[in-house]
């Protein structure tokens, strides 16, 4: 088989096999209904496909790799979903993805969020490549490794800041204050964080901030809080503060340690079938609880605040959280790598709508980020135990 045939011949492939996946997508481990025709007009994209590969071949300076022609087929797929979450990982990104969702992975130590169309680190862990090297909160990040977009999306940011222990990325940084953009060269190193922090406050107070929606999150959310029960708390602050979010099961399990019974979560998909995620019955507390919220808290993090909230288990404390509202699932392709596309919308248990809304703090309570650094300064912080001590 020639080249041009092989190239062709990969076009159509995966043009089949991902909107196959479109209409027959895992909905988290459970199938949803397909409409989709893939048949109509297929002779003429064939034409289309064999034509536009032709000329690559044979005008090309650089032709593509058969590898780059794949990928660039899957993914210009997705762009034409309208979807800013729909994304391609290849097996290598995959698997630093599924890292990702473990707790431990390889790369600089930061967190990062679109902000507009820029792209934003919200926050440098302690310890980390990132921190040696200087990075901090609201850097921006306008290069990766030379290359720009006039907006980065975050899911192809982390994964090419991502990458082999011992290897580096270089970033290019505009930072308030300084004339010109910095460069930052980073050499990747294994991230290990923790899913949280707790520790007792004033004696009596709780306090857990969660990091991730990973897959062990909601088993050391129990232990912290089995942890500080037995120090002697007897009400707890649950902060979500610039949590990005992650697996939707976390988020019910998580919510559920607090809500004996009732919908943690409505998600419906586009042929308006609602699934209601209920509470496991796994409660460990029915003491007093606040939860921090701000800009930065999405996705998951929403999904307990506004659960919380609706049950009036909970009082929200600080801004406004960030407004994702959507659910995607990943399809593992079967030549390796996988596509992660928006299947649904949620709402909360009392059918409020999240996406591009967000939830609105009980008390809004107003605080530049780097406060956070300091319980002293804090004054989301001193604000969330000021309405726990109400109810001790």
């Known amino acids: 088989m020639n080249t041009l045939t092989k190239v062709a011949a990969a076009l159509i492939a995966v043009m089949i096999l991902v909107v196959s996946a479109f209409g027959a997508g895992v909905f988290f481990d459970r199938m949803i209904g397909s409409g989709a025709d893939v048949t109509a007009g297929s002779g003429e994209l064939e034409d289309a496909v064999n034509e536009v590969a032709g000329i690559i071949e044979r005008d090309a300076l650089e032709p593509s790799s058969e590898a780059s022609v794949t990928a ?25 993805f599924n890292e990702m969702n473990s707790g431990t992975f390889y790369g600089i130590g930061i967190t990062i969020t679109n902000e507009g169309d820029d792209l934003v680190v919200v926050s440098v862990i302690e310890g980390t490549p990132a ?93 912290a809080i089995e942890e500080l029960e037995g120090a002697g708390a007897l009400g707890f602050i649950l902060d979500l503060r610039d949590n990005p979010g992650g697996l939707l099961d976390s988020s019910v399990d998580i919510a559920s340690l607090f809500i004996s019974d009732g919908v943690i979560v409505r998600v419906e998909d586009r042929e308006g079938t609602v699934e209601e995620h209920r509470a496991t019955g796994e409660t460990a507390t029915d003491a007093p609880l606040v939860v ?101």
């Open 131 to 223: 921190e040696a090297a200087g990075l901090k909160a609201d850097d921006v990040i306008v290069e990766i490794d030379g290359e720009t977009r006039p907006k980065w999306d975050t899911d192809e940011a982390v994964l090419r800041i991502r990458g082999e222990e011992g290897t580096q990325v270089t970033l290019g940084i505009r930072r308030d204050g300084a004339a010109e953009l910095q460069e930052f060269t980073i050499t990747r190193a294994e991230i290990n964080v923790p899913n949280l922090e707790s520790e007792l406050l004033e004696g009596d107070i709780g306090y857990i901030r969660l990091y991730s929606f990973s897959e062990p999150a909601a088993e050391d959310v129990r232990e």
């Open 72 to 96: 660039g087929a899957i993914q210009g797929m997705l762009e034409s979903l309208a979807d800013p979450h729909a994304i391609y990982f290849d097996p290598k990104h995959y698997e630093y």
């Open 292 to 392: 921090l919220i701000n800009g930065n808290s999405a996705s998951a993090s929403e999904i307990v605040g506004g659960a919380v909230q609706d049950h009036g288990r909970a009082r929200l404390v600080g801004e406004q959280s960030f407004g994702k509202g959507s659910v995607q699932t990943i399809e593992e392709l079967s030549f390796g790598g996988a596509v992660k596309l928006t299947v649904a919308h949620y709402v909360t248990p009392k059918n409020r709508v999240i996406d591009k809304i967000g939830l609105a703090p009980d008390v809004k309570v107003e605080m530049a980020p780097e406060l956070q650094a300091d319980k002293a300064t804090d004054t989301q912080l001193q604000a969330a135990i000021a309405e726990l001590e109400k109810e001790l």
